[in-house]
Every structure is written in structure tokens, then in C-alpha cells.
């Protein structure tokens, strides 16, 4: 049972690049969220899904987009990548029911871009 | 809207000795509150967490926090730190109701340096 795994670990973008990244679950959650991580703020919501198919905005969206196609997995892309979305990203997972609301968190992606 | 505040960015710690970690919250509704701890180069991971009952909780690793509803605090203890627990430590909350997912609104975190 891997828990919430995160692919890559590290990336490195020149400025307008464009990437995915992926966050995969095998703990049958029916929750999924992305968040930023940046010195001094906290970590930020940047989009969430509550079941396949389905995804609404969080605190921070812009130049963002996400997509859950099943289940286990929900894709953070970033079309234009700009310096200031240079952050550790973190995602995400929660199950459905009265746990709900205990998140289970993946090891980070930390992106750099130049 | 809710809001954390985590008054201490840093707090320097003997080992052995006793420590406490502000968190005070700020919500039109109730809320659930959580507290997670970040390990270098790792993830967050759920220390402990109130949801409702006994307002002492006990978390993992001998940590525990109380919630004061009076003062909106849910302030983090430890009677006695190791060095292991070198850390961030995140306050988060998520109110009650507001549909199916549980938003984390987190504070700015604190962190604990213990030393010998």
C-alpha cells in the first residue's frame, strides 16, 4: 500500500514550458486536492476533485488546470509556466464518509522555474 | 472564511525540555481542527486531530493539543522533546459544513528545532 505517490519529485522548467504533474492513490479515496507550498505562507488550495469526472477551484487557480479521469489519479497541469509558480506542490487524498476530512498527503514535488 | 495564525515561525527547544506551539484560529462557523507534521524533505503527516468530545486530544509521537473554543486556540504540547522531533509543524482547520470535500485552510507553520 504506496498511500499517495507524487511523479516527478524534482523538475526544472524554462519560463512558458508547459508540464504535468501526476498524483496517484491506492487507498480508494474519493477526495483529491493540490496545494503550493511557499516559505512563509503556508500550503494554499490550488484546485480539488471530490469524485471522477469532477473538479472545482480552490484558493489560488490561476494558470493552473487539473483533471480526474479516474479515480486514483488527479493530473495538476501547468500550460505556461511562469517564476512565480515556482513552490513545492503538494497533493493530496481523502476519503468519502464522516473521515472525510482527515487528508492523507503525498512526499512533495519541488519545481523550479527559470 | 477561516484563517489560522500561528504567532511563532520558529521555536528553539532543549531536548528533554517541555514545548508548546500557538495555533489560533478564526471562523464564522465550527470548525475541525488538525494539526500535521512536516519531516525534511517529506510530506505532511496527521499528528493529531478534534473533531468533537474531549476538548484534550492525544496525537502520535506523544504530542497533544487542546482546544479552547472561548479563545479559538488549539494549541500543540509536548511534556518532553527528542531530537527526532525536529520538525514544521502545520495548524490547519476545516469547517463543518461546506459541501463534500474538506477544504484545509493551514497556518504559516512553526518551526521546532530541538538541540541537545
Known amino acids: 500500500n504506496a498511500g499517495v505517490t507524487q511523479t516527478p519529485k524534482f523538475r526544472v522548467l524554462k519560463t512558458g514550458q508547459s508540464m504535468t504533474l501526476l498524483c496517484a492513490q491506492d487507498?480508494?479515496?474519493?477526495?483529491m486536492y493540490w496545494y503550493r507550498q511557499d516559505p512563509g505562507m503556508g500550503l494554499r488550495l490550488i484546485h480539488y476533485?471530490?469524485?471522477?469526472?469532477?473538479?472545482a477551484k480552490g484558493e489560488v487557480p490561476d494558470g493552473y488546470n487539473v483533471s480526474r479521469l479516474k479515480k486514483q489519479n488527479f493530473l495538476l497541469g501547468l500550460e505556461s509556466a511562469a517564476p512565480s509558480q515556482t513552490s513545492v506542490y503538494f497533493c493530496?487524498?481523502?476519503?468519502?464518509?464522516?473521515?472525510?476530512?482527515?487528508?492523507?498527503f503525498g512526499p512533495g514535488t519541488r519545481l523550479t522555474v527559470t | 472564511a477561516q484563517s489560522v495564525t500561528q504567532l511563532d515561525s520558529q521555536v528553539p527547544v532543549f531536548e528533554e525540555a517541555p514545548v508548546e506551539l500557538r495555533c489560533n484560529y478564526s471562523?464564522?462557523?465550527?470548525?475541525?481542527l488538525f494539526w500535521y507534521v512536516q519531516y525534511p524533505n517529506q510530506g505532511l503527516q496527521l499528528l493529531l486531530k478534534?473533531?468533537?468530545?474531549?476538548?484534550l486530544v492525544k496525537g502520535i509521537n506523544g504530542f497533544e493539543a487542546e482546544f479552547n473554543k472561548s479563545q479559538t486556540s488549539f494549541h500543540l504540547r509536548k511534556p518532553s522533546v527528542h531530537i527526532s522531533d525536529t520538525a514544521e509543524y502545520f495548524c490547519a482547520v476545516t469547517p463543518f459544513s461546506g459541501g463534500t470535500a474538506s477544504k484545509l485552510t493551514f497556518g504559516t507553520g512553526t518551526r521546532l528545532q530541538v538541540t541537545l
Open positions: 471562523s464564522s462557523v465550527s470548525v475541525y
Open positions: 476533485s471530490v469524485g471522477e469526472g469532477t473538479t
Open positions: 487507498m480508494n479515496h474519493e477526495y
Open positions: 478534534y473533531l468533537s468530545g474531549s476538548t
Open positions: 493530496a487524498s481523502s476519503p468519502g464518509g464522516t473521515s472525510r476530512r482527515e487528508q492523507y
